[in-house]
């Protein structure tokens, strides 16, 4: 599973939007992430994908910027997405 | 000093989630206490409670659920049956002229436990980010104001048993001074965790299991009572402005006269007959209304072996020789103690009572204690009953006591 469509997994089941509706330029505000949302989801991908995500500033608007970000991470901390989403 | 109209009233409730199925069970002597089945039942001495069968799931859309404990969930329920029930257009009425009061005793106790069971259990790495947010004591509040755009004061009242009762009585203060034309009133709580469970069972106020039937746990003002049942929901209503109200045609369920307020210094616990009296004392005061007029008092009545031979004795001193032609009664026989939204569901139960022109039943009241002497409406409704003024009685641990006295709308 890629890391865009295990992120859609986890969008389908806490956002309730339909998988079909997201795509790697959906802005994450569309589905009510502002802010404070932001740090929800964080945590759910950190558990999700078994990664850490340091406390820095990053701006993430687009569901593509997020699976980026996340692929980034993994490489630097070694984690393969697709196998800790397992 | 302005009157008060009640326009508005929403329960989320052991015995029924609208106010109609509510006052169907009340009425009825219909029990919300039962066996209370889950993960860890088995770990309660008395595995007993008054759930609220309330699906946060078919009522919030899941991104919104996930920012709500279960107390708000139960609070937004409520106030929307009540803001819609009393037609109450806000903007129209002025979002600045409306404040919401609410009351509770726990807070966000679901949250916390699971924050504490992923961290001290689980050893999760991080405790859920919206953490704080649904475990704050005025997140009910809060969400409330939030959904209708109600920009008045915007207070939490935590004082344990007695909190709803006071967050009404409050907003009543302000609607009668005129700092606000319109207050969401009420109280919450989701207390039904292992946690707060056994918290309360260590402190031997839970009520022994009746395995035969338990419904007949709960037994207030019985000599064999032997304590509460903790049961969970809100109810909230809306309170405005008389003018106000007749003004934009509202229903006008009753007429919030009273309220009267004391503390108990003797103990943390233990209730004061001096101190309950004092509550009820002030809040006929306040109404303006002679103890003789006073046709039903929703007791406090908790089923424990201190309150209810207290109160009892509170309600002698206050009405004398007519105490024991007053009907009185303990609804907690059928929906539980709801804590901090128990003053609130039994404002509403003292509502329907005189808007039906019958007193609900305590229930389970085979044997009455002899402490215990007033007509407590035993397992049956009384019907026919002409009750013009009424009583609620809320009293608490750590000694807030609050009473509200209202009249039936002609």
Known sequence: MSTLERLQELLVRDYGISREAIAPEMALQSFGVDSLGMMELLFEIEKAFGIVIPNEHVELRTVGQVVDYINKLAAEQGTAPHLAAQ | ?410
Request: glycine share 10%; charged share 15%.
């Open chain 2, 1 to 410: 000093m302005r009157r008060v109209a009640i326009t508005g009233m929403g329960v989320v409730s052991p015995l029924g989630n609208t106010v109609a199925q509510f006052s169907d069970s009340l009425m009825s002597g219909i029990s919300g206490i039962s066996r209370l089945q889950n993960s860890f039942s088995e770990r309660l001495l008395s595995p007993i409670a008054a759930s609220a069968g309330f699906d946060g799931e078919a009522r919030f859309p899941v991104a919104k659920l996930r920012m709500l404990d279960r107390a708000s969930q139960f609070a937004l329920a409520a106030a929307d049956d009540a803001i819609t029930g009393a037609g109450l257009d806000v903007l129209r009425a002025s979002p600045e002229r409306i404040g919401v009061f609410m009351g509770t005793g726990m807070g966000g106790a679901q949250t916390l436990e699971a924050g504490y069971q992923d961290l001290f259990v689980e050893q999760a790495r991080a405790v859920k980010p919206f953490s704080i947010l649904m475990a704050m004591q005025n997140a009910p509040a809060s969400w409330i104001a939030l959904e209708y755009g109600l920009a008045g004061p915007n207070l939490t009242f935590s004082t344990a048993c007695s909190s709803s009762a006071v967050a009404i009585g409050e907003a009543w203060q302000r609607i009668r001074f005129g700092e606000a034309d319109a207050m969401i009133a009420g109280g919450t709580d989701a207390p039904l965790t292992l946690g707060v469970l056994k918290a309360w069972e260590s402190l031997r106020t839970v009520a022994t299991l009746d395995a035969e039937n338990p419904a007949r746990s709960c037994k207030p003002f019985s000599k064999n009572r032997s304590g509460l049942v903790l049961g969970e929901g809100a109810a909230v209503v809306v309170l405005e402005a008389w003018e106000h109200a007749v003004q934009r045609g509202a229903p006008i369920h009753a007429e919030l006269l009273g309220y009267g307020l004391s503390t108990d210094t003797g103990h943390i616990t233990r209730p004061s007959v001096h101190d309950q009296a004092r509550a009820m004392q002030l809040a006929l005061a306040s109404a303006r209304i002679e103890p003789e007029e006073i046709g039903y008092i929703n007791a406090h009545g908790t089923a424990t072996l201190a309150n209810d031979g207290v109160e009892t004795a509170a309600i002698k001193q206050v009405f004398g020789k007519i105490a024991h032609k007053i009907a009185v009664s303990s609804t907690k026989s059928m929906h539980g103690h709801l804590l901090g939204a128990a003053g609130a569901l039994e404002f509403v139960a003292t509502i329907l009572a005189m808007q039906s022109a019958t007193a609900p039943p305590t229930m389970h009241l085979a044997e009455p204690d002899p402490e215990c002497d007033l007509d407590y409406v035993p397992n049956q409704a009384r019907k026919n009953l002409d009750i013009a003024v009424a009583m609620s009685n809320s009293f608490a641990f750590g000694g807030t006591n609050a009473v509200l006295v209202a009249r039936r709308v002609q």
